[in-house]
């Protein structure tokens, strides 16, 4: 019998979630919420891009949603901009007895040492009293920041120093509020953007870093930050808006996690609008954006991620990816005890329930 789905948010994620809901056997979508106003009562498949009918079109609010008796919700609403909301919304969801698998709020993919531990006891309290279980992941901070490196470490001897890197160039990415509100393109050089306030940093990227101490079974003593900035060297139009000369084009930034005074566990990102700034900081391995995961120890590792697709560039691609890993994960989630968990405790995911014959 087909597990009944409902969406949260159809957005550059939701879209992309909605689409495989909507066409993998496995899935029954009962509803689909929305915030946006215009896509209030428009069915699920002209949401999805698809030329489809589906019968079940969107609603405006999450109680609507929950009156669908869904099993299980895939969130994919907002939540670096907005992390109070997006937790009090997956709490809702659970009170209700409705499983959860999303992308958002972020920091529950590993809250512990991260997130305050009264939030974290009302999540798990929502969780027990619904009988229902939350998985929240993504791709960085996701599987190509843990899944992918600790499953090259549990080939390795020793492990002195992982990596992992997300290189790109953002500027066909069309996410207005992530690229200029949150990471600050297009903002002068003086000014601080969101994301890099001191203790934002290790607080979106802290869940990888303990995650992957967690799986190596040692303590992080301290986690630091770095961020540095390269100006437009003119004025120029990317996807999400305006890059005016002078402002910032490309940012370089990481974090890092110390283990026993050292430098142990390291998440680092480039991030480009135009690909010849900066053509000292590292580059991706192909196609305009690659994931890379080193490994210093033995034996020593690098490798490279390299997403493409046919409906679109590296970005899309990457999306397509974190948005593949939260829907696959449904069955698991529905599987497991009531709680929150992370990529540690869930099975091994194999792409059960994927293929397609040509």
């Given at each position: ?5 409902a ?44 030329d ?45 007895g ?11 993919q ?52 992982i ?11 069309d ?47 301290e ?7 390269e ?15 002078g ?11 110390h ?51 046919e ?44 293929f397609?014959?040509?």
């Amino acid at each position: 019998m087909a597990i009944r789905v409902a969406q949260v948010a159809t957005g550059n994620a939701g879209k992309l979630t909605l689409r495989q809901l909507i066409d993998d056997p496995r899935f029954e979508l009962v509803a689909v919420s929305t915030s946006n106003s215009d896509k209030v009562g428009k069915d699920a498949g002209e949401l999805a891009g698809l030329d489809v009918t589906t019968g079940v079109v969107a609603v405006g609010s999450l109680a609507e949603l929950i009156d669908a008796k869904p099993q299980v919700a895939v969130y994919a609403a907002m939540g670096d901009t907005r992390p109070v909301e997006a937790t009090k919304d997956v709490r809702t969801l659970l009170e209700a007895g409705i499983n959860v698998v999303g992308s958002a709020p972020g920091t529950l993919q590993f809250p512990w040492g991260t997130m305050p531990q009264p939030v974290i006891d009302k999540v798990e309290a929502a969780a027990q009293a619904g009988q229902a279980s939350i998985y929240i992941t993504g791709v960085d901070p996701g599987f190509a920041s843990d899944l992918i490196p600790l499953a090259l470490a549990s080939t390795c001897q020793r492990v002195e120093k992982i990596t992992c890197y997300e290189l790109a160039d953002y500027a066909t990415y069309d996410g207005a509020e992530v690229m200029f509100d949150l990471m600050g393109f297009g903002k002068p050089l003086g000014e601080t953007p969101m994301l890099f306030w001191p203790g934002v940093l290790a607080l979106a990227w802290g869940t990888a870093i303990r995650m992957m101490a967690k799986g190596l079974g040692v303590e992080v003593d301290e986690i630091t930050e770095h961020w540095e900035a390269e100006p437009a060297p003119e004025s120029y139009d990317i996807a999400a808006g305006r890059i005016e000369e002078g402002t910032i084009a490309a940012l370089k930034f990481s974090i890092t996690g110390h283990v026993a005074g050292q430098p142990a566990i390291v998440v680092e990102h480039v991030t480009r609008t135009r690909d010849d700034l900066r053509p000292d900081w590292a580059r991706p391995a192909a196609g305009g954006g690659s994931y890379r995961v080193e490994i210093v120890g033995e034996p020593n590792y690098v490798v490279d991620i390299v997403p493409s697709s046919e409906h679109g560039d590296h970005n899309h691609a990457a999306i397509v990816a974190a948005c593949g890993r939260i829907v696959n994960s449904i069955p698991d989630v529905l599987a497991a005890a009531p709680g929150l968990h992370t990529t540690l405790d869930l099975p091994l995911p194999t792409g059960n329930g994927t293929f397609r014959s040509a």
